[in-house]
């Protein structure tokens, strides 16, 4: 199994603009995973132009104008998930994979949102 870098290196290969939103709320514990690695990677990417950062929090779906408006070819959402594997362990998750409902702390679902950004 690649590495989380090998993976989106290779998935971000042909990327022309990069959005990332970062989702989650920073009262509930590891659901901050989203908004903390927002905040990193704004630090990290805050001189290239290719990459906005958004800080959906737990209203992501606030931004979907805003990102539209940046017409990026590839959105990264950052997101705390029962991905069935030990707590911290991360993974890409394809938008084919993601449920269409579910119990969160944002009120639009993660795949409904993004389908709508694509």
Known sequence: MQTLKATLRNELKNAGKVAIL???SELRGDDAAGVLVARKCERCFEKVGHVKV????TAPENFTGEIKKFKPTHIIMIDSADIKKSAGEVAVIDLNNIGGVSFSTHRLPTKIMAEYLI
Do not use: A, D, E
């Open 22 to 24: 970062g989702i989650g």
């Open 54 to 57: 958004f800080h959906g929090s």
